[in-house]
């Protein structure tokens, strides 16, 4: 997914308008036009009528006459016989005069249910004209606020580049962008298109592959020139094997994983929108961190050669679904229960101290026992009731009855990469890393946002001592901090669920809304095929102090010219006059591709990926904390009666 930087960001632009449609919305629906629910006029009231109104009588066209004169004229004419003069009586009903004052307030009740639709038209286009009037003085002054996503940057260029004058004035007054080019999320994304027979430009044959070779040196073995001390610093140890995470993809994924390989094969490196090199010339992982010599790479894009929305074969990936070697399949608890009961053996403030955060490690037992535990990561008071919560809930909705599931995960043709950082006193840092190179945004309102072109997602072991203690997902711009014992696992390895799409990494399996109330916006997860990265897989150590990319001893012949690569791993987001982009409320259709793992804080303190400063909450129990929201509250309850 797209980085987002550390600095709390301003508010966005987007968000003032979905503010402003919002308010206009409730003034439709809950301010009604306003009726009279008085059938008969006041006295006072003066109306101009039709002359039929006022029978037996001449009166000039266009006359105005008030309702006194109109009722005066009607009562005060003759009777001509008995029955007129019967009717005349008090208490008798004249029927002329019903019928009048039946058309006279049926003429009132028209006219003010005129006066509340002008009323109603008059405040719409009042908040209209004053949301246009703010919003642009607004962004006269203070341009930077509107800034939320790096794609806002270019916010002027990119308006400039629809060729509708109503499209980009519609996007810069009221945040509809590129309206003519929506199109509502089907089941399945983009049509795939049919190659000709004559295109070579894709080899027929998986063994024709050329990219294949990018990943192998032609030299003869390194490791053979290292000595003890060069060898020592590409050693991983045995232990980041033994608890080498395993990943459920989605069962239903329509884009898999990835070698980045073949990925650099089907682009063209791009500043901004403009090549910088031929189609035909294929950046290699060995001379990738080359295309930094245009503005140091940060406005280098890998741009796709072949249209997203064609489902080109090479970036949905699916000849690298991993491939189970067996069926066997075994109980999993962790499902229903998925936590530690009791404190975690070992797990002491002054113990953590010791690989929590890599600042702490020379303070002394006295000073760690005076910390907060929340400056430890230990869940607060709100935090163990909503653990207690989940898990009585869980244990009565499974009844403690085990499931099946996969034993063995499955080999995949795109390799991960994983980076082994020794960070000193004990405390080793492994990020597996999974490439896709596609991002399918997810759907809300039945319109889909955050596509990109190349996705980067990591999980992260912390280890102290030869010992896993803490694991990161990455989730979107942040993800979820767990004890080595909260998460599922398969013997001792960890397991990861990948979303469907996003490729987000949660605990769990199920739906995990974010950022949007009401699960609006939100990821699945399932069981579905088992990916275990160990089988095929790119090692690294990394020396974070000096930026140094080593090829491990498993991997001597890696490359890691890839890794130093500043820009983009993906298209830069599509200009707006492209018919495949749009956006509404500040969120894109298509966004920028992401940065590479070296911008992933590999020289973090804490095993979250935010901000050093940030609170790093390892939780001892799986799920959502919006959940506990769901379930039904185990607290006593005063009986009223």
Request: contains cysteine; glycine residues 6%; negative net charge.
């Amino acid at each position: 997914m797209t980085e987002v930087g550390s600095v709390s960001s301003p508010p966005s632009s987007g968000l003032a308008a979905l503010t402003f449609w919002s308010f206009l919305y409730t003034l439709l629906v809950l301010c009604p036009v306003v009726t009279s629910h008085d059938p008969f006029p006041s006295e006072k009231s003066s109306l101009t009528i039709p002359i039929s109104l006022a029978p037996g009588r001449a009166i000039a066209i266009g006359t105005s006459l008030s309702l006194t004169t109109i009722t005066t004229t009607t009562i005060a004419a003759p009777p001509t016989s008995t029955a007129q003069s019967h009717q005349a009586d008090p208490s008798v009903p004249d029927p002329s005069s019903r019928a009048n004052t039946s058309n006279v307030g049926a003429v009132s009740l028209a006219v003010e249910q005129m006066i509340g639709k002008a009323k109603g038209t008059i405040v719409i286009l009042s908040s209209l004209i004053a949301y246009v009037s703010i919003n642009s003085l607004a962004r006269a002054l203070h341009p930077s606020a509107f800034i939320w996503y790096d794609e806002d940057r270019d916010e002027q260029r990119w308006i400039a580049s629809s060729r509708s004058w109503v499209d980009r004035k519609a996007c810069r007054w009221l945040s509809l962008c590129g309206t003519a080019h929506l199109r509502t999320a089907g089941p399945r994304f983009g049509q795939r298109r049919v190659l000709a027979e004559s295109n070579t430009s894709v080899p027929a044959q998986d063994e024709a592959a050329p990219w294949r070779a990018f990943w192998f040196r032609e030299q003869e073995d390194p490791a053979n020139q290292w000595d003890d001390a060069e060898r020592s610093l590409r050693e991983i140890p045995d232990y980041v094997f033994e608890y080498a995470p395993l990943v459920h993809l989605f069962s239903n994924e329509q884009f898999w994983p990835c070698d980045i390989a073949e990925h650099l094969f089907h682009i063209t490196p791009m500043l901004n929108y403009t090549p910088v090199q031929s189609q035909q010339i294929h950046p290699t992982l060995e001379n990738l961190d080359q295309l930094n010599q245009w503005q140091d790479g940060r406005y280098v894009f890998l741009t796709s050669n072949d249209d997203v929305e064609e489902r080109p074969p090479w970036m949905e990936g699916e000849k690298n679904i991993p491939v189970s070697p067996d069926e066997h399949s075994e109980g999993s608890w962790s499902d229903w229960d998925g936590r530690v009961d009791g404190a975690i053996p070992g797990d002491t403030p002054e113990g953590r101290l010791k690989w929590y955060d890599t600042n702490h490690k020379s303070m002394s037992e006295d000073e760690a026992a005076n910390l907060p535990f929340e400056d430890l990561g230990y869940s607060t008071p709100e935090d163990l009731l909503q653990d207690e919560r989940v898990r009585d809930e869980l244990r009565k909705r499974y009844g403690g009855e085990p499931i099946k599931m996969q034993e063995t995960g499955g080999r995949s043709d795109a390799p991960a990469v994983l980076l082994v950082v020794d960070k000193g006193n004990g405390i080793v840092d492994a990020f597996w890393f999974f490439f896709y190179s596609f991002n399918l945004g997810n759907v809300v309102l039945n319109v889909r946002f955050g596509n990109h072109i190349g996705d980067w997602e990591h999980c992260l072991v912390r280890f102290y001592n030869g010992k896993p203690k803490a694991l990161f997902f990455s989730a979107h711009s942040a993800g979820e901090a767990y004890s080595y014992e909260a998460v599922e696992k398969i013997g001792q390895r960890p397991v990861i669920y990948s979303a469907v799409g996003t490729h987000a990494m949660y605990a769990t399996p199920g739906v995990h809304s974010y950022v949007l109330p009401w699960g609006l916006l939100h990821d699945q997860t399932d069981r579905g095929p088992l990916w275990d990265p160990l089988l095929n897989s790119h090692m690294y150590t990394y020396d974070h102090a000096n930026d140094t990319l080593r090829a491990s001893t498993a991997s001597p012949l890696a490359p890691t010219e890839w890794f130093y690569f500043n820009g983009h791993w993906g298209d830069k987001f599509y200009p707006l006059g492209d018919r495949r982009q749009y956006r509404f409320a500040g969120q894109y259709h298509y966004v920028n591709g992401p940065l590479g793992p070296r911008f992933k804080h590999l020289n973090r303190r804490k095993v979250c990926q935010g901000p050093d400063e940030d609170p790093c909450v390892i939780k001892d129990w799986v799920g959502e904390k919006m959940r506990p929201k769901r379930l039904s509250d185990p607290r006593p309850h005063d009986n009223p009666v």
